[in-house]
């Protein structure tokens, strides 16, 4: 059975864990190597961001990590944009606006804390990124206020996008890709390895089926939702806002 959600972990233990593991979040390829097709769902995102929304001129980044979907977005944009940082590790944040600002002459700005909480201006973005975050969020009313929120800071026209781990919503189909998902981290780096990112999961995250999340997209204003992939748990999914 899975942990129940007053006993994941807080916001302030999920930042102690990543304050730790800068290093391995700061590999462009291989940052989310516990993440199956991680490069190919970012280049995904980055290049449905660009496709639908041509003019970018601000980004925001939610729990950027060490800022690889910024700098990949960057590389595919091939133009300068100004990048709002997001990320509760200050550790993460200061290798990620060292990195971003390394291919980018615009301006770039970190903020430590949670979407959740964060005060941000209404309308100012053309793109938001969240890649393996938001299985952070916890209850229903969590998730409506958050994708509510992330649609309130868009510009018109401008566009969402997401990589993260999935559940399903038939428990025959989950306990299916759950195997499959534990053959892959075993393959990897052997059992072990797949034990102890399958304990962390428990312990943090509590991720919703993507088709559950296209829906609550559209609940709150998205009219263009879009799944561009999925594989075992997880997809690369994201939305227009006209």
Same mark, same amino acid.
């Given at each position: 059975?899975?942990?129940?959600?007053?006993?994941?972990?807080?916001?302030?233990? &999920?930042?102690?864990?990543?304050?730790?593991?800068?290093?391995?979040?700061?590999?462009?390829?291989?940052? =989310?190597?516990?993440?199956?097709?991680?490069?190919?769902?970012?280049?995904? &995102?980055?290049?449905?961001?660009?496709?639908?929304?041509? &003019?970018?001129?601000?980004?925001?980044?939610?729990?950027?990590?060490?800022?690889?979907?910024?700098?990949?977005?960057?590389?595919?944009?091939?133009?300068?944009?100004?990048?709002?940082?997001?990320?509760?590790?200050?550790?993460?944040?200061?290798?990620?606006?060292?990195?971003?600002?390394?291919?980018? =002459?615009?301006?770039?700005?970190?903020?430590?804390?949670?979407?959740?909480?964060?005060?941000?201006?209404?309308?100012?973005?053309?793109?938001?990124?969240?890649?393996?975050?938001?299985?952070?969020?916890?209850?229903?009313?969590d998730w409506q206020r958050?994708? =509510?929120?992330?649609?309130?800071?868009?510009?018109?026209?401008?566009?969402?996008?997401?990589?993260?781990?999935?559940?399903?919503?038939?428990?025959?189909?989950?306990?299916?890709?759950?195997?499959?998902?534990?053959?892959?981290?075993?393959?990897?780096?052997?059992?072990?390895?797949r034990d102890k990112v399958?304990?962390?999961?428990?312990?943090?995250?509590?991720?919703?089926?993507?088709?559950?999340?296209?829906?609550?997209?559209?609940?709150?204003?998205?009219? =263009?939702?879009?799944?561009?992939?999925?594989?075992?748990?997880?997809?690369?999914?994201?939305?227009?806002?006209?």
């Amino acid at each position: 059975m899975p942990r129940p959600l007053h006993e994941k972990s807080t916001t302030d233990q &999920i930042r102690e864990r990543f304050d730790q593991d800068v290093e391995r979040f700061s590999q462009l390829e291989t940052g =989310q190597a516990a993440t199956i097709d991680a490069p190919l769902a970012m280049e995904l &995102i980055t290049r449905a961001a660009v496709a639908s929304t041509p &003019i970018i001129r601000r980004v925001l980044d939610i729990g950027c990590g060490a800022g690889n979907n910024t700098i990949r977005l960057r590389q595919v944009y091939g133009a300068d944009f100004d990048a709002d940082l997001l990320d509760l590790s200050p550790a993460m944040l200061e290798r990620a606006r060292e990195r971003v600002s390394e291919v980018s =002459q615009r301006t770039v700005k970190t903020c430590e804390g949670d979407i959740r909480e964060v005060p941000l201006t209404a309308g100012s973005y053309d793109v938001i990124l969240a890649a393996a975050v938001l299985h952070h969020l916890r209850d229903e009313a969590d998730w409506q206020r958050t994708f =509510q929120k992330i649609y309130d800071l868009l510009a018109p026209g401008g566009s969402f996008w997401i990589t993260d781990l999935v559940t399903h919503e038939t428990p025959a189909v989950q306990a299916l890709m759950w195997d499959r998902y534990g053959e892959y981290l075993t393959s990897f780096n052997g059992p072990e390895y797949r034990d102890k990112v399958f304990a962390y999961i428990d312990q943090e995250d509590s991720p919703r089926p993507v088709t559950w999340q296209l829906n609550l997209l559209r609940s709150v204003g998205f009219s =263009q939702v879009e799944l561009l992939h999925k594989n075992s748990c997880f997809a690369a999914f994201g939305a227009v806002k006209t």
